[in-house]
């Protein structure tokens, strides 16, 4: 593809496919590349506290006339929007409490109509590689994923036909599952989801469980930094998922969501797995047998916290975490990753309860072990720093709260970069204390 961007070269990554490299030296915290979104959404739970078009998180935002339920920064924001907000705005009003599309249904019906707008034109976020030689897996979707898929298209027909012209259907399976596979979760600097958006791009490089850049995003823009010091023929390589968990369940995780089997030194050496798997200390040995007993335990329980997190009270959850935090508390050291998992669930439960003693004793026990298990410069540990830091403060331990917002600032400026709003507003929030 012409254009291109500097510094970077498309090639062909052998075991993996196409992928990306460096053609230069990048230093860590220096940024590769910035792209801006082919199409994004803001995520429904965050309409009245973000703009629907940069994302900024503020308080007084401006309603919008027609439909009253997006909300934008000024004029500017609204106009630059109307492209894509008119595709919902009607439909809002006409359906009213019946207007439930899916997230993943909302951003496919704003990248056909992108499409069909540019037809053959490029995008500036497909210097690369075309949106539409994205990955798609569809051959291999189980029947449940492909039953998700149906109801979205069920839902694109309904809510969209205004003003959205449809592929046929078999396209239309393509779409959905090339979102799937390389739709990108923009996050705040707590972690919080704030909408979806697609980076072909940056969609282009593949994983690997010890990256050498990390993503971030600047408004709706992604931008892909150094986490590693590289030398020209490096391969860019990011993390898929999160990197917390020993090597079987990261490659379960990876096949389940992207098809494919990582290979990285991580998952052939296992090095961090005895570690994330750390067993209490007793004087007798524990049994293997009681050990992968407990393993599956853990594993069930947090795929049953995970359905039931929308259904119960958050008394119930807190309950349920502080039992299993029990139950494997006999086997599994408190470092151990399945106990953290557990210990962060109850902290975000605390935190929702505002129950700050409660969301510091977890956050205490997940922070040292946070630092240890997870990459240099991981967005999970800053995002913990800053928690913690904003719950110190509220408590008024303002020295805590400073040196843990102050080591939440040391993994930003690598990974968000000096002068992203995000430090600017650290900067502010610490001098101001």
Same mark, same amino acid.
């Given at each position: 593809?012409?254009?291109?961007?500097?510094?970077?070269e498309?090639?062909?990554?052998?075991?993996k496919?196409?992928?990306?490299?460096?053609?230069?030296?990048? !230093?860590?915290?220096?940024?590769?590349?910035s792209?801006?979104?082919?199409?994004?959404?803001l995520?429904?739970?965050?309409?009245?506290?973000?703009?629907?078009?940069c994302?900024?998180?503020?308080?007084?935002?401006?309603?919008?006339?027609?439909?009253?339920?997006?909300?934008?920064?000024?004029v500017?924001?609204q106009?630059?929007?109307?492209?894509?907000?008119?595709?919902?705005?009607?439909?809002?009003?006409?359906?009213?409490?019946?207007?439930?599309?899916?997230?993943?249904?909302?951003?496919?019906?704003?990248?056909?109509?992108?499409?069909?707008?540019?037809?053959?034109?490029?995008?500036?976020?497909?210097?690369?590689?075309?949106i539409?030689?994205?990955?798609?897996?569809?051959?291999?979707?189980?029947?449940?994923?492909?039953?998700?898929?149906?109801?979205?298209?069920?839902?694109?027909?309904?809510?969209?036909?205004k003003?959205?012209?449809?592929?046929d $259907?078999?396209?239309?399976?393509?779409?959905?599952?090339?979102?799937?596979?390389?739709?990108?979760?923009?996050?705040?600097?707590?972690?919080?989801?704030?909408?979806?958006?697609?980076?072909?791009?940056?969609?282009l490089?593949?994983?690997?469980?010890?990256?050498?850049?990390?993503?971030?995003?600047?408004?709706?823009?992604?931008?892909i930094?150094?986490?590693?010091?590289?030398?020209?023929?490096?391969?860019?390589?990011?993390?898929?998922?999160?990197?917390?968990?020993?090597?079987?369940?990261r490659?379960?995780?990876l096949?389940?969501?992207?098809?494919?089997?990582c290979?990285?030194?991580e998952?052939?050496n296992?090095?961090?797995?005895?570690?994330?798997?750390k067993?209490?200390?007793?004087?007798?040995?524990?049994?293997p047998?009681?050990?992968?007993n407990?393993v599956?335990?853990?594993?069930?329980?947090?795929?049953?916290?995970?359905?039931l997190? $929308?259904?119960k009270?958050p008394?119930?959850?807190?309950?349920?975490?502080?039992?299993?935090?029990?139950?494997?508390?006999?086997?599994f050291?408190?470092?151990?990753?399945?106990?953290?998992?557990?210990?962060?669930?109850?902290?975000?439960v605390?935190i929702?309860?505002?129950?700050?003693?409660?969301?510091?004793?977890?956050?205490?026990?997940?922070? !040292?072990?946070?630092?240890?298990?997870?990459?240099?410069?991981?967005?999970?540990v800053?995002?913990?720093?800053? !928690?913690?830091?904003?719950?110190?403060?509220?408590?008024?331990?303002?020295?805590?709260?400073?040196?843990?917002?102050?080591?939440a600032?040391?993994?930003?400026?690598?990974? $968000?970069?000096?002068? $992203?709003?995000?430090?600017?507003?650290?900067?502010?929030?610490?001098?101001?204390?």
């Open positions: 593809m012409t254009g291109g961007i500097a510094g970077l498309r090639f062909d990554s052998p075991g496919g196409r992928g990306l490299r460096v053609t230069r030296p990048f !230093k860590v915290g220096e940024l590769l590349f792209c801006p979104a082919y199409s994004f959404v995520s429904v739970k965050e309409r009245g506290c973000c703009c629907e078009f994302f900024t998180r503020k308080e007084g935002l401006a309603r919008c006339g027609k439909c009253k339920k997006a909300f934008y920064c000024n500017k924001c106009k630059g929007d109307w492209a894509m907000h008119k595709l919902e705005c009607s439909a809002m009003n006409a359906f009213g409490e019946n207007w439930w599309p899916s997230e993943t249904t909302r951003l496919v019906a704003r990248i056909l109509t992108k499409k069909q707008k540019m037809q053959r034109d490029k995008c500036v976020s497909e210097k690369m590689m075309h539409g030689e994205m990955q798609s897996h569809v051959e291999d979707e189980d029947n449940e994923k492909r039953e998700r898929t149906e109801a979205d298209i069920a839902g694109l027909h309904r809510f969209y036909s003003h959205v012209e449809f592929p $259907h078999k396209d239309l399976l393509t779409l959905f599952s090339q979102v799937a596979c390389n739709g990108f979760t923009i996050e705040d600097d707590e972690l919080s989801h704030m909408g979806t958006a697609v980076y072909p791009d940056v969609a490089i593949n994983h690997s469980c010890l990256p050498s850049v990390i993503v971030t995003y600047n408004t709706t823009s992604a931008e930094r150094a986490v590693q010091d590289m030398k020209p023929g490096d391969e860019v390589l990011i993390s898929y998922i999160d990197l917390l968990y020993p090597t079987d369940d490659i379960n995780m096949r389940d969501i992207y098809y494919f089997t290979n990285c030194s998952c052939k296992k090095s961090k797995d005895k570690a994330k798997l067993v209490r200390t007793q004087t007798e040995p524990i049994e047998q009681v050990i992968s407990m599956r335990y853990a594993r069930k329980t947090i795929k049953e916290f995970r359905e997190k $929308h259904v009270t008394s119930e959850l807190l309950e349920m975490c502080e039992q299993s935090l029990e139950v494997m508390g006999a086997v050291d408190d470092s151990n990753v399945y106990m953290l998992h557990m210990m962060y669930q109850a902290m975000g605390c929702y309860m505002q129950d700050a003693d409660g969301a510091i004793r977890y956050g205490e026990k997940i922070l !040292k072990p946070y630092s240890i298990l997870y990459p240099p410069y991981s967005l999970n800053s995002s913990m720093y800053l !928690k913690m830091g904003r719950i110190y403060m509220q408590v008024e331990r303002p020295s805590a709260g400073i040196s843990a917002l102050k080591k600032m040391a993994i930003m400026e690598v990974a $968000h970069g000096k002068n $992203h709003r995000y430090l600017t507003e650290l900067r502010k929030e610490i001098a101001q204390k």
